[in-house]
């Protein structure tokens, strides 16, 4: 009876570090280093040039940002924002998500704010645009833990979007603007 106390006792602190430390806390490290047993996933801070995607409520979230409003699903650090690149940079699409399949695709270039996401847009499950940011480019199918990479050769404000999850929020900015950062615009337009 003793181990088994003991194993039930790890079980409930686990459970209750958890609760107390939510999923920002298991992610960063500071929950006792218990995520991989609680099946978390999403890093802290995504490396550089990094966008992450998954459902909003798998955990990135949705945000309203003030300049552009409802984003939600694709993050550079760990929650929803809108996103930011200078031009030329090379960047990896990596999905979050330990069981569902996303792609990145873009909707509208030369978006002004608000952003205005088409209410039905065909998007392409199939990868488009040659690995190179622009209207109609599409990373084709990511499927869990995987990576694409894309380059943001052209400047300009990009309203993007998953082709499996569009209707259920999964849909961001992206500004490739030298000095560009990410969250709120700090840039004029």
């Known amino acids: 009876m003793h181990k088994y106390g003991a194993a039930v006792f790890t079980f409930a602190l686990t459970c209750a570090l958890a609760a ?10 500071t929950g006792a280093g218990f995520a991989p047993s609680l099946g978390l996933h999403a890093p ?3 490396p550089k040039n990094t966008i992450g995607e998954e459902l909003p409520g798998e955990g990135v979230g949705t945000k309203t940002d003030p300049t552009w409003g409802l984003v939600g699903g694709f993050t550079q650090t760990s929650k929803a924002q809108v996103l930011a690149f200078p031009p030329g940079s090379k960047i990896t699409i990596r999905n979050l998500s330990r069981s569902i399949p996303h792609t990145l695709n873009v909707v509208v270039a030369g978006a002004k704010p608000p952003a205005k996401f088409p209410s039905n847009p065909t998007l392409s499950f199939a990868p488009k645009g040659n690995g190179k940011l622009a209207l109609g480019y599409a990373s084709g199918q990511i499927n869990p833990g ?7 050769s052209k400047a300009g404000t990009y309203l993007i979007g998953c082709a499996f999850h569009y209707s259920e929020g999964m849909r961001d900015v992206i500004r490739v603007v030298a000095g560009a ?5 700090t840039i004029s337009f």
């Open 146 to 152: 995987s990576t694409v990479s894309v380059t943001l």
């Open 44 to 46: 802290a801070l995504l």
């Open 181 to 185: 950062t990410p969250g709120p615009s």
């Open 20 to 29: 107390c430390g939510g999923r920002d806390a298991l992610v960063s490290g």
